[in-house]
């Protein structure tokens, strides 16, 4: 492909040419899940900031993961509203959600890879479906470079996903996130089933790819490691809503029962104390 046929590839691509430069790239406002006669969330609220991590947590079961569909239209609210770099996904036209859905990246629980392609044929799925006008070769180096990017040699693109240890599947689950340089990413449960080395090591990728390439990145975890090493910020679920959104010591501050047996239950002190070691 040559430089004109990138640059014509480019324009031809959906909302590429802009950065969001707002303060607030996920807005969500009054927003109701329902599945029958089960709520999930009733008039929660949350507003993620640019270019920061932000912890989201709660018990088993309080619509973590729900809600982080609802944000990539992967399931409908019942009621609200969902503001993506300050357009409404909600109501949005196709065309138009089309064109946001390019600028964020998913590292969806267990990887989601498809296990009959290889690393770097799985990292190219989004290009070839988001830029179809890009020549097999480049999809090929830009697929090889997001493998490096997320810390896998370059011989794990040659590899299928059952070749691959649980550490590596999620590097690679994050190079296919990683492929359309998003600007928003998201992780869920990234460090599960990580070994406490390979998890402090996802949690140190994932900063550094934050600073470097200046995402926003909006992390679903339990582990209270990554919340205190990497997270601007906290966002805690519970009674169907965000009940907190703050730094660790804001949180603290407040006086709800699951945010204080959290962070001050055996678990939450050890990685508390581990921090403080590391200091
Ligand atoms: N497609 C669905 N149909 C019906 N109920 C669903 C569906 N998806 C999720 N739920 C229910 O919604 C609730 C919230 O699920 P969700 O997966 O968001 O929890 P979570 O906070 O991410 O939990 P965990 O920490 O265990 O992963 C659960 O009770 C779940 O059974």
Redesign the pocket.
């Given at each position: 492909m040559s430089d004109t046929d990138l640059e014509h590839s480019h324009q031809n691509a959906p909302n590429r040419h802009e950065r969001f430069r707002g303060d607030h790239p996920i807005v969500v406002e009054g927003l109701r899940t329902q599945?029958?006669e089960?709520v999930?969330h009733d008039d929660l609220d949350l507003k993620v900031n640019r270019g920061e991590i932000l912890g989201v947590v709660?018990?088993?079961?309080?619509?973590?993961?729900?809600?982080m569909r609802a944000i990539i239209g992967l399931q409908q609210p019942t009621a609200g509203h969902i503001e993506i770099f300050g357009r409404s996904i909600t109501n949005a036209e196709p065309d138009e959600e089309i064109g946001v859905r390019s600028r964020w990246g998913v590292l969806f629980?267990g990887g989601a890879l498809f296990s009959t392609l290889t690393v770097g044929e799985n990292v190219e799925v989004p290009l070839k479906q988001f830029y179809p006008e890009i020549g097999a070769e480049l999809r090929r180096e830009i697929a090889r470079y997001k493998v490096m990017l997320s810390g896998l040699p370059e011989d794990a693109a040659a590899k299928y996903p059952s070749e691959l240890s649980g550490g590596m599947k999620k590097r690679a689950g994050l190079a296919r996130a990683l492929a359309l340089d998003p600007e928003l990413l998201f992780l869920d449960?990234p460090t599960a089933g990580l070994d406490p080395i390979g998890a402090a090591k996802f949690d140190q990728l994932t900063r550094e790819l934050k600073e470097t390439l200046g995402l926003t990145v909006f992390l679903?975890t339990?582990d209270l490691d990554t919340l205190y090493e990497i997270c601007d910020r906290v966002a805690v679920?519970a009674d169907k809503k965000v009940i907190a959104v703050g730094t660790i010591p804001e949180l603290l501050e407040t006086d709800h029962p699951w945010i204080d047996e959290y962070f001050n239950g055996p678990r939450g002190r050890a990685a508390l104390a581990s921090k403080e070691r590391a200091r």
């Open positions: 599945f029958g089960h999930v709660g018990g088993s079961g309080t619509g973590k993961s729900v809600l629980q449960e679903i339990h679920l």
